[in-house]
């Protein structure tokens, strides 16, 4: 399975952007589509998750309310849409799909495959 994460770049608080998340290969695999961050002297943090069968979502406390997972099973494509970004958010941003039990939804070692991250930059 590979992934390729796209859309970040650089905006000013308050702003949007949607991030996108194309898999291919043995996509059938894997039942769960997440989005992380990964800040510059910060561990890896899980964002949301998507179940591709169903659509049924997680978030974490730090962006519910403000991003939104989505997917697009006919595209093999999940989306992160992001708004009301802080320059908190200043991070790259990976997606990952794997088969995650429900105690390792967020955390890294619930995903086997991994994108090459996308840079998001928010500014003051």
């Known amino acids: 399975v590979q992934l390729q994460a796209s859309g970040g770049g650089s905006v000013q608080a308050g702003g949007s952007l949607r991030l996108s998340c194309v898999a291919s290969?043995?996509?059938?695999?894997?039942?769960?589509m997440g989005w992380f961050r990964q800040a510059p002297g910060k561990e890896r943090e899980f964002l949301a998750s998507?179940?591709?069968?169903?659509?049924?979502?997680g978030y974490a406390s730090s962006v519910r309310g403000r991003f939104t997972i989505s997917r697009d099973n006919a595209k093999n494509r999940s989306y992160l849409q992001m708004n009301s970004l802080k320059p908190e958010d200043t991070a790259v941003y990976f997606c990952?799909?794997?088969?995650?039990?429900?105690?390792?939804?967020?955390?890294?070692?619930?995903?086997?495959?991994w994108g090459q991250g996308t840079q998001v930059t928010v500014s003051s």
């Open positions: 998507i179940r591709w069968r169903d659509g049924g979502t």
């Open positions: 990952a799909a794997g088969n995650p039990i429900l105690s390792a939804l967020m955390f890294e070692r619930g995903y086997r495959y």
């Open positions: 290969g043995r996509t059938f695999t894997n039942n769960v």
